[in-house]
T-cell receptor
Framework: GDSVTQMEGPVTLSEEAFLTINCTYT??????LFWYVQYPGEGLQLLLK?????DKGSNKGFEATYRKETTSFHLEKGSVQVSDSAVYFC????????????FGKGTKLTVNP | DVKVTQSSRYLVKRTGEKVFLECVQD?????MFWYRQDPGLGLRLIYF???????EKGDIPEGYSVSREKKERFSLILESASTNQTSMYLC??????????????FGDGTRLSIL
């Protein structure tokens, strides 16, 4: 079945450091790919998405590119802030399939001043 | 902005009780979902609904049921609560599109403790 694998955390960085969180997927067909973020004490929020190969999703300085050849959707940010401390989830849905999301297990990011 | 509201942020119940978790969305979304979130396991889908009175089992439906009598409301029911159902429960909703790329919008979660 469909699955998402993301790098295990926790990840600890200093402010202004470069961030990469790896995400790879296994899916039949052509999935849409998402990154969600969960700040402490809150539900999940959509951070960015990409719906076809080579699409780049971006939001709040975060970027991820849909790479079909490597089945990857790695999250990157050039300069993290303390306010980026959160848990990040990679997820997919199958295009034309059900509306269900398949989530990775999440990566906790802590950014220190 | 879409608002998904879960009735309680924290809830404490006893083993064997029947527990109701309520979720309401205000954007006329067709789809609604219930997940549980546990450390090291991520989010797991319990049930979802794509229309009023329609429901489908997710990955871990055992011990749970759901009700969707109105489009905006989706209830999760623990028929006889057990300690292994202590968890964070998240509700979400989404609109239906031609392609399955509509994002899900989440509530803030209910942290349920079963004693």
């Amino acid at each position: 079945g469909d699955s998402v694998t993301q790098m295990e955390g926790p990840v600890t960085l200093s402010e202004e450091a470069f961030l990469t969180i790896n995400c790879t997927y296994t899916a039949t067909g052509y999935p849409s790919l998402f990154w969600y973020v969960q700040y402490p004490g809150e539900g999940l929020q959509l951070l960015l998405k990409a719906t076809k190969a080579d699409d780049k999703g971006s939001n709040k300085g975060f970027e991820a590119t849909y790479r079909k050849e490597t089945t990857s959707f790695h999250l990157e940010k050039g300069s993290v802030q303390v306010s980026d401390s959160a848990v990040y989830f990679c997820a997919l849905t199958r295009q034309g399939g059900s509306e269900k999301l398949v989530f990775g297990k999440g990566t906790k990011l802590t950014v220190n001043p | 902005d879409v608002k998904v509201t879960q009735s309680s942020r924290y809830l404490v119940k006893r083993t064997g009780e029947k527990v109701f978790l309520e979720c309401v969305q205000d954007m006329d979304h067709e789809n609604m979902f219930w997940y549980r979130q546990d450390p090291g396991l991520g989010l797991r889908l319990i049930y979802f609904s794509y229309d009023v009175k329609m429901k489908e089992k997710g990955d871990i439906p055992e011990g749970y049921s759901v009700s969707r009598e109105k489009k905006e409301r989706f209830s999760l029911i623990l028929e006889s609560a057990s300690t292994n159902q202590t968890s964070m429960y998240l509700c979400a909703s989404s609109s239906s599109g031609v392609w399955s790329n509509q994002p899900q919008h989440f509530g803030d979660g209910t942290r349920l403790s079963i004693l």
